[in-house]
């Protein structure tokens, strides 16, 4: 104590005249050498501090790896598509062992059992633990939440950089898929368009010839109103499309309807009223009821939109008796809208890497070789429901063995080339689910009201703008 | 801490150091219960959060990844560490203090950030730090609203957006409603006692300040009256000391001078009368009343010592020749040359005060009458005889005529039975030469 305060005294008297805190007994010693340090290493210490707090502040869970030969990738299991799929991980476990032979000092591991509803969950606890995997399976549904909160690395100096690898391969809405405020947060894995279903044994009962694959508005109207009975007994009745909503509608006639994102809508474009007059149209030739997706699969409705990986599930063998089996079917491209295209969605499934990776060459060379390597894609069509997002390997003759096979039916390869090349990318944006049914909800009342459409419009206009601002 | 003195009684200015410095210390050690109560409970929300499977809620409420949970504290304790180190560091002038200002900001705002901006109230700290130094009050006004900016742009929601903070409600959404209330009302109450804390520390600052200036206003009062009572007791006193002079003058006069001359005219008449009479009676009256005018010369001598020149009265007679010399060489420009040979010691005070008046008469006429641009002084001591000579390269003086100025040296050096010689033909020379009653015995040596 006599000591300390000696030391203390000389210390006010040398370094700042006595003005410094008066050192009292409550500061811990080492508190004491702090404050009897030179005036310039106090300084000095504060800034090594903050910029400690920096250093720590950039620390990733690779930072503490002891070796840095472990990729880790974020897997889930079964099937993207909602269908079952007893070929779990198999085309992962190959591409991994085909890295492996490739970078034999690499070891690519993943955690097996996260199921596909539990995969959102999963990724973010390991993302807020800090322990996010080096690459990651993004699902459609997460992936702007996911490049907007920074968890994604910006690829772009990546793929600028990589001669050996070529984004033209892709199908471009399969690209697009994964940019995300014009910068490219991930590669495509996997695909499937959406295609308008065919009830060809109803056509075939009322002598009506299958449209061809650039078929419009009015030959899909025509076909509705044409087969639509609405008798007493069950069996008489008849419908003409389920699922058909504006979403498709705003598609096909070249509406861009969130082309600014979260941030508002704008009902006044044009195409939209045409949109919505086909949907109220489609609506009143059902009298008021309902068809829901149970009609069609019991064969009483002409049209449903479906994907491409129902198609692919249920013409295979194994799936073919449990669904659709009371009736022949085929596929056919969306039609086109007057001011539009056979356009429809491309849903797809990305891969990205870890903002916070430690092993950025390793993850981009795996991630290239998943999303590109033909032999890897291939075996997309062999043991998944989609599409490879690899042109060549999609539209290559053994391809097309594969996906349309011995069916004897119209839908063809250059259907799906063209279903796949006239896509958009689905809409992604935090919180665009709610605002999804802020539309559908919307147009229901604005096909319900019994005002005109577009006075309609301009009020619902301004009450979808006012909740996408409660999202900002 | 606080430690009384031996008397058991803190002085003044102590208490005005101390007690800032002790609400300082407060601030310092709410702010640390803050930040860490708060970071406790935003490591509990993270790691429960993951732990109960709403990793994705808590992330889509977020939009942005937080900063892992262990990282929290231990950035926030640094950082702070560092602020309390920075806080200790004494500026000596305004660019330091605006440096440290700025270091401290950053700190503050980086605690903030990590906090999800839950806790600005380190900001204050800041500000307390600064209005410490005895600045002006506006360059501390200037601090002030500066450092109230920032926290205020701190606590605008649209710069946590841009800035990708996540707020610290989004933590609390883990707790339950009830417990995230009880969350709030502690905290807020915590940042409140900070606030009143800071306040009470402005205001003690203020105050310290404030009695310090009017001790500086009623001390420069005392002095102010002090002074014009000093003034008038010289005043008074010169006066006084005139009046003496002037009635001891007179006082003299009439004892000494008066005196011997009213005896010298009674013997005077005596003698006339006697004169006839008896002329050996006469002759001796007038031995008696040489005798009384001797005496009268004594007592006029002796009254005029009163009245020696002021240089002579506090120097000694070599220092005020030299005086003398310098300040009309300095005065006039007039090259004068002083030499002495002569110790001087021993002399009375009569003899300096001829002396000093034989040079101070000689130069001043040398420079007045002659028009002499060198003057020689020169003085040494022959046998018995003090030897002054003063010579000047003047236009002289073909007939001289005594003036009052020379007459005046004539007569004070008969009563020391002097002589004085002076010449005009070449120049001016005065030649004096004064009997010697002192120091003998050097000269002997």
Redesign the interface.
Known sequence: MNKDRKKGLKGRIR??GG????V??WFPKVFHE??FME?EA??I??VV??F??LF??T?GEGSFRRTRNNLTVGVFSGSYWDVQNGNTYKIVDDAIKAYEKKYPNIKVTYESGVIKSDY??WL??R????SMPDVVFILGQDFS?LA????LKNLNGLVNKDRSFDKDAYFSTAWKAGEYEGKQYALPYECAPQLMFVNKTILDKEGIRMPEAGWNWSDFYRICRNVTTTGESADEKQYGVTGYDWNCAFNANGVDFFEHGNEYVDFSVPGVTESLELIEKLNELNHGYKVSEADFSEGNVVFQPMPFSQYRAYKSQELHIKKYSGFEWDCLTMPAGPNGDNVSELDTLCIGMS?GTNMQAEAWSFMKLISSDPDIQKEILEYSDGLSVVRDVTLSDEASHMIVGSSKGTFNMMMLEKATDNSVVAPRF?GCSEVKEQVDLAVRSILEGEANIETEQIIWNREINNYLQTLN | ?WIAGSDGRLPDNQILV?MP?FF??ILLMLNFLIIITMSAFMVRS?LG??HS?E??A???A????????G?IP??VV??Y???V??????CNNHWELFAKAC?EC??VA?ISVTLGMGYTGAMFLVIADVIRYKIDWKERALYIVSVSMLYIIMNTEMVWKSL?IIPVDVYWTYYSIDFRGLLTAGFSTLKLINIFVFIFYVVIIALAQMSEADRIYSLNLKLQAANSQLEKYAKESAHNAEIQERNRLAREIHDTIGHSLTGIVTGIEASIMLMDIDAGAAKKQMQAIEEVARAGITDVRQSVRALRPDVLENNKLEDALKKIVNDMRASTGVDIKYENLAHLEGMSEDEEDTVYRIFQESITNSIRHGKATRIECFMRREENYLHITISDNGIGCKDVTQGFGLHHMQERLNLLQGELNYSGENGFVVDVKIPVRWGKEKWND
């Open positions: 370094f700042d003005k410094s805190l008066p009292t007994s702090i404050f005036r106090r300084v210490l504060c501090l903050f400690l707090s720590i502040l620390l959102t969950e973010n606890e993302i807020m633990s800090g939440s907007e909160m920074g968890a903002a935090r | 801490m101390r410095e300082m210390r993270l959060t993951v499977g990793a994705a808590f992330l889509e977020a939009g942005h990844v937080p900063i892992e949970a990282k231990v950035m640094i950082l560490s560092s602020l180190i920075l806080t200790t560091v004494i270091g950053i700190l980086a990708n």
